[in-house]
């Protein structure tokens, strides 16, 4: 009985080996095998598509000493989908004894939005009663751009202090999306590439990851991006649910990073950014991004205004329309 047992064994020992050995084989050819499925058969990645409107900052303009009225028909001639105002331009429309209502009619009449505008709310500021003040001041100001129609407000962290807690300033975006929410006008978080308290993508990443709201919105500049030292790579990290508003210009080149200036901003294409990278970048995000083209160049002030309102949607649509 031993000795059948053994032979048993041996043959099911033969047999394993003869299946192992097949086996092998079987792995060597497999990649071959693989690779000669037909790629029709795979299933590729959906590309997302952006829809990107275009919008003129106020302040691509402001050495002009246009009005508002003129600055809204300026830009829609040119084609803009839309205007950036700032507070301050908005407020002097109503201290010359024009009314919010006819602001909207002249508005839609030119056929374009209101996207957003710029404040300078002090929201962020570690004094709490500066805070406090800053929270009120935007909720009034957003008030004002319901009325308008404009659903979005910039909120740069005016008032913050380096070092600034990134946590604490999360549950101050928390509440002022929670303000937003009420109000129907939702704050874009705002990072300055010179302003040593938030100055870098990362930094906004961290406060918008802190207030843990679905609603959180980034607001970046190529500008700001490149003074800051924050780079390009990192924009890998939003997809176009985080970024409503996208600031749009240029850098010198021939300046060092850390000496330039918001005056040194030139247009779209004519500085060192990656801009055709950044385009393709920008388009596969999905969903809808609005590219505002916002300058402070003393020397564009001094050209014609619609030279300079007309020149810079060519030089965004160059990139960004192809």
């Not at 508005?107 to 570690?126: K, M, S, Y």
């Not at 890998?236 to 040194?264: C, V, Y």
Request: hydrophobic share 40%.
């Amino acid at each position: 009985m031993f000795k059948w047992s053994m032979a048993r064994l041996n043959g099911i020992e033969s047999t394993t080996m003869h299946l192992r050995r097949q086996f092998l084989k079987t792995l060597a050819v497999a990649p071959l095998a693989v690779t000669s499925i037909p790629l029709a058969q795979a299933n590729p990645i959906k590309k997302r598509d952006t829809q990107f409107k275009f919008s003129l900052n106020t302040s691509t303009i402001r050495g002009q000493k246009l009005s508002l009225p003129q600055m809204i028909d300026l830009a829609a001639r040119a084609g803009y989908d839309g205007i950036e105002p700032w507070m301050m331009e908005i407020e002097a429309y109503q201290k010359e004894g024009y009314s919010i209502a006819s602001l909207k009619k002249r508005i839609r009449d030119a056929g374009i939005e209101l996207v957003d505008c710029i404040g300078f709310p002090t929201w962020l500021a570690q004094d709490e009663t500066k805070s406090k003040q800053g929270f009120e001041q935007m909720e009034k100001e957003m008030g004002l751009l319901a009325e308008l129609g404009c659903t979005r407000v910039a909120a740069p962290a005016i008032g913050a202090e380096a070092p600034l807690d990134l946590l604490q300033a999360g549950e101050k975006y928390k509440r002022l999306l929670t303000l937003g929410r009420k109000t129907g006008v939702m704050p874009q978080l705002e990072f300055w590439g010179a302003f040593p308290a938030f100055y870098h993508l990362a930094q906004a990443m961290a406060v918008a990851a802190a207030a843990d709201d679905a609603d959180a919105k980034i607001l970046a500049d190529v500008y700001h991006l490149f003074r800051g030292g924050s780079g390009f790579e990192g924009l890998e990290l939003l997809d176009g649910q985080a970024i409503d508003i996208f600031h749009l210009n240029d850098f010198p080149k021939d300046i060092p990073r850390t000496s330039q200036q918001d005056k040194d901003r030139v247009f779209p294409g004519d500085g060192g950014a990656p801009m055709e990278e950044l385009a393709n970048r920008l388009r596969d995000k999905g969903g809808e991004i609005i590219l505002s083209l916002e300058l402070f160049n003393p020397s564009y002030y001094q050209m014609d205004a619609d030279y300079v309102v007309k020149t810079g949607l060519e030089k965004m649509k160059l990139f960004f329309t192809s």
